[in-house]
């Protein structure tokens, strides 16, 4: 008789009941209001501002357009510093504004931008830091703001991991000029797609422009500003937002008993390193990223990778290759000058996390791990 395995993914999405969305949706049917800034997008909009303790929020069709929308709302010019251990989508949007995006590595401990490494990048060309909060780790916002305000540069934080994060207390997109998030279906929290622009700061008109260039520039009927996109969220996005954010609580919860799982079983083991705690952080459990050194551990990141994959369990490489080493950046950039990033690149696996993954799931994929 032949034994069917249990297929595990990376992420699944959190969803609310069907009834539940079906009831949140029923007023879009009677309005016939389904975009373009309705009442669910306001609802959610004034909902998560005050779950992010965030001053300004504006929603986007997804992560990516609010973080390429915004640097152009704020008129960044010539080099951005960032990393390039993070998705696509980073790089992307600076590219995508004709800037260049100048590689830092990052640091070892919590594979966010190195701090110590920024002030030798920065040129009179630099017009911003653009770091990454990768897998909901923290960046070092403190060191980040001192040398931003001592050069004069601008920060924009891609916090597209770490929905409702803290940091002492503070909503973790109040620091650096804004962020931006992502509410893509695989993330802790989801709109299906969705992103959204969050900012303390009373940044001179930024929520104006935001709101005029996510929406083709116009700013009334007959005055178009800027030149403009097409980013807005919709209403059944919105409303599946309104829906899994009563749930959010107990989302986290479940993905924190997931976590404690892994590291319980994970910790310790010689050649395998997973992620700290981060002192006066609130995490949200976003990712669980392993990294394995294949001359302690025997076996290496992309053994590891296809011995799961055998076992029908589809963790991912989160996050290889660097951005700075894409085909479509051929030619462009060092590789070398971004060493840490590079052989984390190598190690690094991101295991199956969702809230509904089961305990005995991730047993099973610890006992394949540690061949047990
Ligand atoms: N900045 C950073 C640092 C980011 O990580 C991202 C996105 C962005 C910016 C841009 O934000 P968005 O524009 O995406 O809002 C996924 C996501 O598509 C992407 O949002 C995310 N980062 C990235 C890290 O992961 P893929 O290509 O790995 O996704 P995919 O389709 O292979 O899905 C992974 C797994 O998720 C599937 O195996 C099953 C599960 N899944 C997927 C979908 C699409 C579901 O359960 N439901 C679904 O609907 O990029």
Redesign the pocket.
């Known amino acids: 008789m032949e034994i069917t395995m249990e297929k595990i993914?990376?992420?699944?999405?959190s969803m609310p009941e069907l009834d539940e969305y079906v009831d949140e949706i029923k007023d879009i049917f009677e309005s016939h209001w389904l975009t373009n800034m309705g009442v669910k997008h306001n609802q959610l909009e004034e909902k998560l501002a005050e779950y992010l303790k965030v001053r300004n929020i504006l929603l986007f069709s997804?992560?990516?357009?609010a973080?390429e929308l915004l640097i152009q709302a704020m008129g960044l010019t010539g080099e951005v510093i960032t990393t390039p251990f993070?998705?696509a989508?980073?790089t992307h949007a600076i590219v995508r504004n004709g800037l260049t995006p100048v590689f830092c590595d990052v640091n070892p401990e919590d594979y966010t931008i190195d701090v110590t490494k920024i002030e030798e990048l920065i040129t009179d060309r630099t017009s911003a830091i653009l770091p990454?909060h990768?897998y909901g780790h923290l960046c070092d916002v403190e060191a980040i703001d001192s040398i931003a305000k001592k050069h004069n540069l601008k920060v924009i934080y891609?916090a597209?991991?770490t929905f409702g994060e803290e940091y002492k207390g503070r909503g973790v997109a109040t620091f650096g000029n804004a962020s931006?998030f992502?509410?893509?279906?695989?993330?802790v929290f989801n709109t299906i797609?969705?992103?959204a622009v969050c900012f303390n700061s009373s940044e001179n008109g930024l929520r104006e422009k935001l709101y005029g260039i996510k929406n083709f520039g116009i700013w009334d009927e007959e005055l178009i500003k800027d030149v403009g996109a097409n980013a807005k969220m919709n209403e059944f996005q919105a409303a599946m937002g309104l829906c899994n954010l009563r749930h959010i609580d107990r989302e986290l919860a479940k993905r924190k008993a997931v976590v404690a799982r892994y590291n319980e079983r994970l910790s310790g083991v010689d050649g395998i390193r997973i992620s700290k705690e981060q002192k006066d952080v609130t995490s949200n459990y976003a990712y669980y990223p392993v990294i394995f050194e294949p001359e302690v551990f025997g076996r290496s990141r992309d053994d590891i990778y296809e011995l799961l994959k055998v076992n029908e369990i589809?963790a991912?490489k989160?996050f290889y290759p660097l951005t700075n080493t894409f085909d479509c950046y051929k030619g462009m950039f060092d590789m070398g000058n971004t060493p840490v990033a590079l052989d984390l690149s190598k190690k690094v696996l991101t295991l199956p996390l969702y809230a509904d993954l089961r305990l005995d799931q991730v047993d099973r994929i610890c006992d394949i791990i540690l061949g047990k």
């Not at 997804?62 to 357009?65: A, D, E, I, Q």
């Not at 992502?182 to 993330?187: C, D, G, I």
């Open positions: 993914l990376v992420t699944r999405s997804n992560g990516h357009m973080l993070t998705f989508s980073t990454v990768v891609d597209a991991h931006i992502s509410f893509h279906a695989t993330k797609e969705g992103g589809y991912r989160y």
